[in-house]
Nanobody, 123 residues
Framework: QVQLVESGGGLVQTGGSLRLSCAASGRAVNMYTFGWFRQAPGNEREFVATISASIAIANVADSVKGRFTSSTDGAMNTVTLQMNALKQDDSAVYYC????????????????WGRGTQVTVSS
């Protein structure tokens, strides 16, 4: 079992930055892959980024490449999503998720989810 709690969301102007955090607790969290997803009203939940400390790999969706980066404290107790150059299209509820395998970009592949944190980008 892994418990995930997101924080750091809020209101920011276009072009601004936010840093989301996901606090992970439970057994062997360092063996998990963590993903970030987002869901805007009326849209499906979409993949944003994923990171694995155990194999030292992180990647992001093409839609946020060059603006968003994911990192971890190494022990995987905290996973962060640094979001720069934010656009209004980035407004959504952002979720942290965890799975034991690497490479998953679909929400159905993830076993554990946080409750999400709202990000709103204003004009």
């Amino acid at each position: 079992q892994v418990q995930l709690v997101e924080s750091g969301g809020g209101l920011v102007q276009t072009g601004g930055s936010l840093r989301l955090s996901c606090a992970a607790s439970g057994r062997a969290v360092n063996m998990y892959t963590f993903g970030w997803f987002r869901q805007a009203p009326g849209n499906e939940r979409e993949f944003v980024a994923t990171i694995s400390a155990s194999i030292a790999i992180a990647n992001v969706a093409d839609s946020v490449k060059g603006r968003f980066t994911s990192s971890t404290d190494g022990a995987m107790n905290t996973v962060t999503l640094q979001m720069n150059a934010l656009k209004q299209d980035d407004s959504a509820v952002y979720y942290c998720a965890a799975v034991t395998t690497w490479g998953a970009r679909t929400q159905s592949a993830y076993d554990y989810w946080g409750r999400g944190t709202q990000v709103t980008v204003s004009s």
